[in-house]
């Protein structure tokens, strides 16, 4: 179907009130044209739907040196199709000190939840893009001290007034330095001043949580400055960006706004025939693929080191490919241009079923939602089958070249993370010791047999530092075993800790087979004689192992050492948190209040105890009061 | 001038000025057309920029202030490359 025959139909779509139709439809256009003029009808027909999807809201600052008006409907089609609904408020054109600066300003009264700050090196160091050559050594310092300088004022006076995140371009390099060739040559350098204040913004940003920078200086060269920059448009409106790269900057934002709304992809599901391979292993043999340092098997070798790096960031790798199981084992295992093992794979689907069951069965086993995965196959028949049966899937536009393979993988914005902790770079490893344990399930007889036989010991903290990421990011990431799931940065969570009333504990999950690091979080609030949890989450590779039970049992026994009579708690229902819907009515809690699908559950602490499993061994590494 | 090309703006600008195709004529302009500003027209000039793959010059975009106009500058344009 053509673009103009898709936005009839959905226009028709609209009109006969099929929202979730016309959704698909506007997904499919967006995906096949990335164009200003889609971007505007897609942004028109989204918000015509937007009461009957459910979409994330997102509120967006811009603060900026430059015009980025026509960059504005490109990201709200891009966030629109991937489920956020993107409010975008942009600074008055260079007022960005005075918004950031005034605890008055707009920008603070929108409480965005994230800003970012888009200045040019020509902006803000007008003397060190124009003027470079008639400077002397002392007069770069002092200009490179200057615009640090304001760097680090604007991001604490950020800090003081709001606690979103917040994301900073670092400075772009002129195309040409002002001295030639030289510059390379020259004591006091033009490039080298400029990349002294990139490396300064990385302090700035690594002393601050939640602020971070977004490596502009990498974007422009990337595409090349020549390339990139439009000079006719600059001088006559004040747009530096040429029309061809305004997606290209839009997609570097998205690198952003994937992990800050969550939408992200925690495995990544790979083809093998000529996709980790060139050809067909079954037809062509081990000695017949081309896999390997020299071409043709360089480009799959390529796609292999990009996988390596999403496997290191913590990204799950399965395969899912149509083969017979012996031939793509073989390989797997023995090819020597392998740089991907089998035990890089946690789950595999080598069969010659449909791959949409086969996607469906590899995010059960990995006990996560279809919606967290992302899915890779050279073949555009499959590929468009998963988007028609499992929209939810994120299914990756490959290009018809192998050379390009790593790069769309590499370009992705679903497998940005913004920080990482220990558990995501052990997180494949993890999965293995639970293939382990569903195995040792297996076998034993009796539950109780297996949750003794697990050998579990937990350790609960109080917050601190070292916890404090981690914490965070399972806040916004848990969504099924989360009986609030409210969203909390660190910066929030820490003024939180910071308050009396308010606790905040880590739960940390070790067993026969390994640590399986932080896995669960509480918070609670304790007024006169109730504690009320505002949060409490558990990974979902620790449920089912009464481990919840150990932690409430905690609490509860924290609360009552701490002068509580009662615990309280909401459960708040979403489309993913059913496993925790019972939980509070299994430990002897009783309604409290109900408000439509939302519930407070009571627990009387004078009369009711919360036992802690004699299977688990609980220590708390604090003081109980 | 060629009637695909036509059709081609028309689309584009329904799209950003949020008209139906068939509700622009050579004669829409940024007089005659409400939704027609400055952010628009920017717009506008960066979606035909875009979608035709080339950069268009002050003097030109003086010249675009109407869809003829705007279709006359492109058709030279383009055969102008080809």
Partial sequence: MNSSDLRQEIDRRIAAADAAGAARSLADLWFKDHSASTAWFACSRYEQLRPKLNLLPYRLAILRSFTVEPMVPLLRAAAFSAGIDLTVRLSEFNAHAQEILDPASSLYELAPDAAILAVQTRDIAPDLWHDFSALNAEQVQAAVRRVTGEFCTWVRAFRQHSQTHLIIHNLEQPPIASLGILDSQAEVSQT???????????????????????DYAALVARYGSVQWHDERKWLMVRLPVAAQNLNRLINEWLRFLHPLTGKVAKAIVVDLDNTLWGGVIGEDGMAGIQ????????????????????????????????????????????????????????????NWGDKSQNLRE?????????????FVDDNPIERQQIRTQLPEVFVIELPNVPMEFARAIRECPRFERLSLSAEDRQRSECYQKQAERELLKQTTSTREDFYRS????????????STLPRISQLTNKTNQFNLTTRRYTEQQIWELGSSPEWNCFSLRVRDRFGDNGVVGVAITRKQDKTCEIDTLLMSCRVIGRTVETAFLSFLAEHARKHGAQRLTGWF????????????????????????????LWELNLEQTQVACPEWIQLHFNGDMG | MS????????????????????????????????????????????????????????????????????????????????
């Fill in chain 2, 3 to 82: 009637s695909q090309l036509f059709e081609r703006v028309r689309g584009i600008a329904a799209d950003i000025l949020e008209l139906s195709p068939n509700q622009i004529t050579l004669q829409s302009s940024s007089e005659n057309v409400q939704t027609w500003d400055s952010v628009r027209h920017l717009n506008l000039i960066l979606a035909f920029e875009q979608e035709f793959g080339l950069q268009l010059d002050p003097e030109e975009i003086d010249q675009m202030n109407n869809i003829e106009g705007i279709t006359s500058i492109l058709e030279q344009k383009l055969n102008h490359h080809g």
């Fill in chain 1, 572 to 599: 708040l229902l979403t489309r993913k948190n059913a496993p925790a819907r019972d939980f509070y009515s299994n430990h002897g809690f009783q309604i409290l209040q109900q408000n439509g699908d939302d519930t």
């Fill in chain 1, 362 to 374: 590899i995010a059960a086993e990995l006990n996560i939602g279809v919606d967290s995965l992302a």
């Fill in chain 1, 454 to 465: 697990l050998q579990q010991a937990i350790e609960i903290a109080p917050l601190d530092k």
């Fill in chain 1, 291 to 350: 896999l390997g340092p020299e071409h043709p098997g360089g480009a799959y070798q390529e796609l292999q080191r990009a996988l390596l790096d999403l496997y290191h960031r913590g990204i799950i790798l399965a395969v899912c490919s149509k083969n017979n199981s012996d031939d793509a084992m073989e390989a797997l295992q023995k090819h020597r241009g392998m740089l991907l093992k089998p035990e890089h794979f946690v789950a595999m689907r080598i």
């Fill in chain 1, 192 to 214: 080298a001043a400029i990349q002294q204040i990139n490396q300064a913004l990385r302090t700035i940003a690594s002393e601050h949580s939640g602020v971070y920078v977004l």
